[in-house]
C-alpha cells in the first residue's frame, strides 16, 4: 500500500513539471500580446512596448517556476 502511495506521489511531482512549460509559455504570449496591442494603439517612438512586456512577461514566469520548484521540494 506504502509503494502505490509513493508512487503517485512521483506522478503528482512529474505532472507538476510538465505543466511548468505550458505556463511559461502561456505568460510570455499574453504579456507579448498585449505589448503588441499597446504599440498598435498608442504608438510611441522611444519606447516598443511589446520587447518591455515581453521581458516583464519572462521574469514573471522565470519567478513562477522558481515558486512551483520550491513548493515541490518543500513537500518531498
Known sequence: ??????????????????????QMGIIIFVFYKLGFWLD?????????YYKVFTLVGVFLALYNVYRQ???????S
Open 1 to 22: 500500500m506504502e509503494k502505490n502511495n509513493q508512487e503517485k506521489k512521483n506522478y503528482n511531482k512529474w505532472l507538476a513539471l510538465i505543466n511548468i512549460p505550458i
Open 40 to 48: 498598435e494603439n498608442y504608438a510611441n517612438k522611444k519606447v516598443f
Open 69 to 75: 520548484v520550491n513548493e515541490i521540494g518543500k513537500n
